[in-house]
Nanobody
Framework: VQLVESGGGLVQAGDSLRLSCAAS????????MGWYRQAPGEERELVAT????????NYGDSVKGRFTISRDNAKNTVYLQMNSLKPEDTAVYYC???????????????WGQGTQATVSS
């Protein structure tokens, strides 16, 4: 599975950005996709995840109410709409795809190379 992110950039506080992550390769077993971010000197943290069956979404506390994750299963693509951006949202945003079999066996995780989002004050 290969993941390619796009949509990062430099914006001002209060602006919006939309990130995209397209999966290719052996994607048929992917069950969940999402976004994580890592700021300089910080650990990578959860931003948002969504199962491809639409049953579960999960957001990090710092982005709830401002960010929205969505997916287009036909395109094997997940999006992250980021509104009301703050300088503290500045980070490299990484896409993650996960697959697993019955009872959780065969778990695998795949990561994209990341896209930089910078929010100026």
């Amino acid at each position: 599975v290969q993941l390619v992110e796009s949509g990062g950039g430099l914006v001002q506080a209060g602006d919006s950005l939309r990130l995209s992550c397209a999966a290719s390769g052996s994607t048929s077993n992917i069950k969940r996709m999402g976004w994580y971010r890592q700021a300089p000197g910080e650990e990578r943290e959860l931003v948002a995840t969504a199962t491809l069956d639409g049953r579960n979404t999960n957001y990090g506390d710092s982005v709830k109410g401002r960010f929205t994750i969505s997916r287009d299963n036909a395109k094997n693509t997940v999006y992250l709409q980021m509104n009301s951006l703050k300088p503290e949202d500045t980070a490299v945003y990484y896409c993650k795809a996960e697959e697993w079999g019955r009872y959780g066996f065969g778990y695998k995780a795949y990561w994209g190379q990341g896209t930089q989002a910078t929010v100026s004050s």
